[in-house]
């Protein structure tokens, strides 16, 4: 599935080996008012420009309230199992959006069927968990596009089959979670083998990604296709980094069938929401963003330019 337009079991996969490689680093990213806080290794300082267009009552609360699903690695999870504090891709932006604007994005889990809801009764203000951009949901919020995400091949270690694009697959035995996107993204690239003159893939369904792993740690698969984000974290951190290697298609850079992923801001806040895509836009201009991104193994899915509702579906 694209990011969340609903929620993928995907996540399931890395949420296994989340935690290990961050447990000591969720404190350290900590965003307050203060001015300043450290972010992926970055400094990231305030700007009383872009604080200046905030909503006054923003500037009140020296707050944004920000509602998130977690788990869904690598955007939001816990560093320790069992307790409360938050660390991932976008609790990590948040913390960098805030200081730059000189507030602190404060987190809450929410159930995702209920972010949106919780938005228009007034509840929160933002929401941050890899939310597909769409034009239904543009109705009752307005997007700030921060990545664009779609479906990435993971493969062994040093890509042994030397799998470079999804028609590398063709003949080949692949590994897929049954009942999502990624199966039919196989399913429907198996005309291009054919017409290619090559065997269709051999699709191996499992009924969770961790399931699939498994297969392809054995070697009963070749590669395995899933989210690129959730692809792109399990190659960095299931074993220090070396049991999977992530495959980069330049022709796909965000993944295959990408959508964009975007902070959703009530629409009774347009001064936040263009505050936000100021200081997003900022983030990218100093290359935060590149670096926060490539902290969680997804460099590659990081937009160039901060957009409004880019959705054009």
């Not at 409360?84 to 602190?104: C, I, M, N, P, R």
């Not at 996107?181 to 065997?199: E, F, I, M, P, R």
């Not at 980094?241 to 298609?249: H, I, P, R, S, T």
């Not at 009774?268 to 895509?277: F, G, I, N, R, S």
Request: proline fraction near 5%.
């Amino acid at each position: 599935m694209n990011a969340r337009i609903a929620r993928p079991a995907a996540a399931a996969a890395a949420a296994a080996i989340m935690l290990a490689s961050l447990s000591a680093c969720g404190g350290d990213d900590a965003a307050a008012p203060s001015g300043k806080a450290v972010v992926a290794g970055v400094e990231v300082v305030k700007d009383q420009k872009l604080h200046d267009l905030l909503p006054a009552k923003i500037k009140e609360a020296s707050k944004v309230r920000v509602a998130t699903d977690v788990p869904y690695p690598p955007f939001e999870m816990y560093v320790k199992e069992g307790e409360s504090e938050l660390t991932g891709l976008d609790y990590d932006l948040g913390q960098a959006l805030g200081a730059k604007l000189g507030v602190t994005f404060a987190f809450a889990p929410q159930k995702f069927d209920g972010i949106v809801p919780a938005i228009q009764a007034g509840k929160f203000d933002v929401a941050m968990s890899a939310i597909t951009d769409n034009k239904d949901r543009q109705k009752v919020v307005d997007f700030v596009d921060y990545s664009q995400s779609g479906s990435g091949i993971l493969v062994g270690d040093g890509n042994p089959s030397g799998i470079e694009n999804l028609d590398d697959l063709c003949g080949l035995k692949v590994a897929v979670q049954a009942a999502t996107n990624q199966l039919d993204l196989l399913k429907s690239h198996q005309d291009t083998c054919v017409k290619a003159g090559k065997a269709k893939v051999d699709i191996q369904t499992f009924p969770k990604d961790s399931d699939a792993q498994l297969a392809l740690r054995s070697g009963k698969v070749v590669a395995q296709v899933l989210t690129k984000p959730a692809a792109g974290w399990v190659a960095k951190t299931a074993d220090a980094g070396k049991a999977f290697d992530l495959v980069e298609d330049p022709a796909a850079p965000g993944g295959y069938n990408a959508s964009p992923n975007g902070i959703a801001v009530s629409k009774q806040l347009p001064e936040l929401t263009d505050a936000v895509q100021k200081a997003l836009q900022a983030l990218i201009d100093e290359g935060t963003l590149t670096k926060i991104y490539n902290k969680y193994g997804v460099p590659s899915i990081a937009v160039k330019e901060a957009t409004k509702n880019a959705s054009v579906d």
